[in-house]
């Protein structure tokens, strides 16, 4: 009788293994890497990774349910920006990743901030998502009313790795300064907010989708400032790269904030061409699908920017062969 029973038990146990087996194997993991905690990258990458995830067990699309991949589990990486995800992209680390276009452009050729590099040819594009103000922050009573009174300052430029250390460069050049000019501290998110605040800094810049949550939470605590990148700075800038166009910040994006001038860049979605074809197709279906459009523009601010009408704006890297299909069925390419 005991024979049996446990004969019985090890059955049991074996089938439900096997289930369980054949369970985890229908569970998929995709990666987005996105930026710091306190900015767009990272929440707008939770609502994506929500909109495309659809764990087993699910409830069907249309009955409350996820309409994401089936099996798929992706998840919102926090990382230090533009640069360090597409470098965790090329080496594998990472599925995907948010980017600034032209970080991604100059990787993908090797040209540009990366002249001298291997290039990034695995690199391909998924969509364009939104577009990316450069944020310069300072303190109201600060006296830095234009790009060229940081000099002597000190500013944080974020840290290397991210795609605001790269624009920060580029933006004090176009106005005759270099990092030799000011003394570079390399914060982040609330880092930098705080070191403003405490008097150790007396800038940041933040490439970000206004509104963003670290600066948001700043301007609520005390007086500060956005500091305006026009004249012949955004000229010099807009002229010599295609990727930067002028562009204002509106009035009441921050507590009392009026309206400022600055440069954007578009802010895009990329993966590797080692990617299935078929995940990748999936992932961009899920994306536009009407489900997430309602997740998008409940989740984040920025959200009601991604939309499919801009989805191939300014991609400058060649779209993976799974996006590429989904676009052509959409109508979006000829």
Known sequence: MISKFKTAALSAALALGLVGSAAAQDIQFF?????????????????????????????????????????????????????????????GLRNSGFAQSDVAYWAYTGTGTREGEEPAEELRTIAALF???IHL??????????????????????????????????????????????????????????????????AFFVVAGY??????????????ALVP?????ADTLTEKYGFFAQSDIPAGTYEGIDAVSTVSVGAQWFTSANEDEELIYNITKALWNDESRRLLDVGHAKGAAITPDTALAGVGVPLHPGAERFYREAGLLE
């Not at 990774?49 to 998840?75: D, F, H, M, T």
């Not at 460069?169 to 030799?180: F, P, R, W, Y």
């Not at 990148?229 to 700075?233: C, M, P, V």
């Open 31 to 91: 990666t987005i890497g996105t930026g710091g905690t306190s900015f767009t990258y990272y929440p707008v990458g939770g609502v994506i990774a929500n909109a495309i995830s659809k764990p087993p067990g699910s409830r069907e699309c249309g009955e409350g349910g996820s309409c994401g991949v089936e099996g798929l589990i992706a998840s919102a990486v926090s990382s230090r920006g533009s640069v360090d995800n597409i470098n965790a992209i090329t080496s």
């Open 131 to 133: 577009e990316e103000h």
């Open 137 to 202: 922050v300072t303190l109201a009573n600060s006296g830095i009313a234009s790009v060229a009174d940081l000099k002597g300052k000190a500013v944080s430029l974020d840290e290397p790795g991210s795609g605001t250390f790269v624009d920060a460069k580029l933006i004090l050049e176009a106005n005759g300064l270099s990092i030799d000019d000011i003394s570079a501290e390399a914060l982040k998110g609330n880092a930098a907010s705080e070191a403003l605040r405490n008097g150790k800094i007396d």
């Open 211 to 224: 509104p963003t949550g670290g600066i948001v939470e700043l301007a609520s605590a005390t007086d500060i």
């Open 229 to 233: 990148i026009s004249g012949a700075g």
